[in-house]
């Protein structure tokens, strides 16, 4: 059985800091390219950064230089470190993974991010 289970959501003031994790199971983690998206209700779902099986990272402007991919072969776990949080960044936080060899694709629940004061 495949699970992503993200964690360390939760309610930040603007300019603060949070990090995402993302562990996986039931997949050969190592293969996947993996991914965070996020979604505001009544708004498609958008990427927020990939990272593949190979290290190579990926972001839109709109978080370049203040959120940061990484993973973590070892543990099965997936990383996501946002800085100089903005309200605008408040949006429920998904893992994704995806093995296109295969055409496997997998989601996580979500983690909830509010930015506020």
């Known amino acids: 059985q495949v699970q992503l289970v993200e964690s360390g959501g939760g309610l930040v003031q603007p300019g603060g800091s949070l990090r995402l994790s993302c562990a996986a199971s039931?997949?050969?983690?190592?293969?996947?390219?993996m991914g965070w998206y996020r979604q505001v209700p009544g708004k498609q779902r958008e990427l927020v950064a990939t990272?593949?099986?190979?290290?190579?990272?990926n972001c839109p402007d709109s978080v370049k230089g203040r959120f940061t991919i990484s993973r973590d072969n070892a543990k099965n776990t997936v990383y996501l470190q946002l800085n100089s949080l903005k309200p605008e960044d408040t949006a429920v936080y998904y893992c994704?993974?995806?093995?296109?060899?295969?055409?496997?694709?997998?989601w996580g629940q979500g983690t909830q991010v509010t930015v506020s004061s």
């Open positions: 990272i593949t099986s190979g290290g190579s990272t």
């Open positions: 039931g997949i050969l983690f190592s293969a996947y390219t």
């Open positions: 994704n993974a995806v093995w296109s060899l295969v055409g496997h694709t997998y």
